[in-house]
């Protein structure tokens, strides 16, 4: 969980009580969050002569992007305790009328196609507010925006540049403009190779100096590095604004003077960009002339019909259960109960007009980690008090355990085969290419196995068709041991699927391996044979011999000769079982070919058996 460090004296002004320790602990805890140190009574750093003033340092949910500065733990907190409610963010249009506008052009749509935009106007900035705003987009980075790979925010000093703004994408070469905090102009290329060279040791002190500045930079280069086009933002006079995700121009660089913020929002991820928007208009627009004020920004973006206002302000709209919230919670608590602890949630929220069981609430922009009605109610448990809530477990239980039926299955014949004096093992899911087809005499049609991007080593390049290359592995491993060795293992083996959304799917399989003086084929059958007893099917051949075993709705199984390369000729036999008149092949047992056993290094046969287990459900 992030840990955000706010000044102590500052924090207890804007909540309008002197705590102590142990008692803003205490609020922290009702509030779900973790006061992890109190540095008033460390040692703290010297900073240009003066010591450091007190800080709280308080671990947040990860989840909660509202509250990673100094406004949002103040804000949260005060609706909290009571002390006001939930500010109206509301979209304030500049005095005369005219929005500015930004731009897309289609080529934007091969390297970052989102944006979004806002202005603060009028905002009054301190050390401290200043210090807050960057750090900020520093962690929204890090954590939502994982690395500036999804989100890159760009903040911009709106009295330094002129709309209307494009934003484009370009080849690196023709954009040249002079980066944050540097005066010499340079080309994106060029640009790249400077911030790389960051990271060599330096030669002069000087370059020690932008080093220092720069060198966090060249850790987000890879993202557009190897692009053919670089995305841009300019204003009417073709001046830079940024060159996202990496920096911003200096041209238009914020400093505590600045009276008016010019926001650019760029990524590759919908909802990602709208929440960066969100919280970061949210938690500095009450420092606007008129709090809580953002003035909005025309997006023209009319290749992807994308053309809006942004940001939108609107919160979102759902609905919870009251039966549901007292349940899990163990409460009876009327509809305006609900409605009233929400409010110290920072929600909105109404008994609705058409049900008598329905709540209506508004999600406020600030809450993006409320997606289920179960946020809600555990929002309502945070309201009501976790140590006021029913020390008894409540009457009805929200969900009954069962296991999967696929697990169950897989459990009954691990179990067979281990009454059975198998040895269960469990290799890696992950095998090298050869393993999996040639060492197994299998030809790869590319469209069976799922690979690794970027293996590391030869070992684990695909994910696993079959449980062979496994059990194998695991016999060579221990091949000095006294034989025979029979093992067995119940696992998943994955297989590229294009018709689902993951392009894969996983089946559970079972097999089991011998491996002896003699070839094991009658033990592997009789295995075969017993687990399909326990699983209820009766051997065909059987079955026609005793009448009184026919039944129409009896499943039945049965073997027939199969020509697999992977087993010795004439000694291979694949499975057949039928369920509702329909047959199907579920597996393959017999004797592995030589070349096979050469090439897992076994000098002695094996019988091997494999089966799906999904066929049985």
Aim: glycine share 4%.
């Amino acid at each position: 969980m992030p840990t955000i460090a706010v000044d102590k004296a500052e924090l207890f002004k804007v909540l309008g009580k002197e705590f102590t320790t142990d008692e803003f602990d205490e609020l922290c805890f009702e509030f779900g969050i973790e006061l992890d140190e109190d540095t008033s009574n460390t040692k703290r750093p010297v900073v240009d002569g003066v010591e450091e003033p007190p800080q709280l340092k308080i671990e947040i949910p990860a989840n909660r992007y509202d509250m990673l500065c100094f406004e949002g733990i103040a804000m949260n907190l005060n609706v909290f305790m009571g002390n006001t409610t939930l500010p109206n963010f509301r979209l304030s249009a500049p005095s005369n009328g005219e929005l500015q506008t930004v731009t897309v052009k289609e080529e934007t749509s091969k390297i970052r196609p989102y944006l979004s935009c806002a202005i603060l106007r009028n905002i009054k900035f301190t050390q401290a507010r200043y210090d807050s705003f960057i750090a900020l987009q520093d962690k929204l980075h890090q954590n939502l925006a994982r690395q500036r790979t999804l989100v890159a925010i760009g903040t911009h000093d709106l009295d330094t540049i002129q709309g209307p703004f494009t934003y484009e994408a370009l080849p690196p070469e023709e954009i040249e403009f002079a980066p944050l905090n540097q005066t010499k102009k340079m080309n994106a290329r060029q640009m790249m190779e400077f911030y790389e060279a960051c990271q060599t040791p330096a030669r002069s002190i000087s370059r020690l100096v932008v080093q220092r500045k720069d060198k966090h930079l060249s850790k987000y280069l890879p993202i557009i590095r190897d692009s053919p086009v670089y995305p841009v933002i300019y204003d009417s006079k073709r001046t830079v604004l940024s060159m996202p995700p990496i920096i911003n121009g200096n041209h238009s660089k914020i400093t505590l003077g600045t009276k008016n913020v010019f926001i650019d929002i760029t990524a590759t991820d919908k909802t990602k960009i709208e929440i960066v928007s969100h919280i970061l208009v949210a938690m500095f627009s009450q420092y606007c002339e008129e709090p809580f004020t953002i003035e909005p920004v025309k997006i023209i973006s009319p290749h992807n019909n994308e053309s809006r206002e942004e940001p939108d302000l609107s919160p979102r709209e759902t609905q919870a259960e009251m039966s549901y919230i007292n349940s899990v919670c163990g409460l009876d608590l009327s509809a305006d109960q609900i409605c009233k602890l929400l409010t110290r949630m920072c929600y909105k929220a109404s008994p609705s007009r058409s049900e008598a069981d329905i709540i209506d609430v508004h999600i406020p922009i600030t809450r993006a980690d409320v997606l289920h009605q179960a946020d809600i109610m555990e929002d309502v448990a945070i309201a009501y008090g976790f140590n006021n809530l029913p020390r008894h477990f409540p009457s009805k239980s929200a969900a009954i355990a069962a296991p999967l039926i696929i697990n169950k299955l897989a459990d009954i014949v691990r179990l067979e085969a281990a009454m059975a004096g198998w040895s269960e093992v469990l290799p890696l899911i992950l095998c090298s290419h050869d393993e999996n087809f040639a060492w197994l005499n299998r030809a790869d049609d590319g469209a069976t196995a799922v690979r690794l991007q970027n293996p590391k080593t030869a070992e684990y390049q695909i994910v696993r068709t079959s449980l062979l290359p496994g059990l194998l592995k695991t016999i060579r491993e221990n091949k000095k041991h006294s034989v025979p060795i029979k093992v067995f293992e119940a696992s998943h083996v994955a297989f590229k699927d294009t018709s689902l959304e993951r392009k894969s799917r996983n089946e559970r399989h079972f097999a089991a391996a011998w491996y002896g003086k003699t070839s094991g084929f009658e033990v592997v059958h009789g295995l075969l044979d017993r687990v399909m007893l326990m699983l209820n099917f009766l051997n065909r051949d059987e079955a026609v011999a005793d009448t009184n075993k026919m039944k129409a709705d009896n499943p039945q199984y049965w073997i027939e000769e199969a020509d697999d390369p992977t087993y010795f000729a004439g000694h291979a036999a694949s499975v057949h079982i039928s369920l509702e008149g329909t047959s199907h092949v579920v597996g393959s047992f017999g004797i592995l070919h030589p070349t096979v056993l050469k090439n897992f290094e076994l000098p002695f046969p094996v019988s091997t058996l494999e089966l799906n287990l999904e066929a049985f459900l």
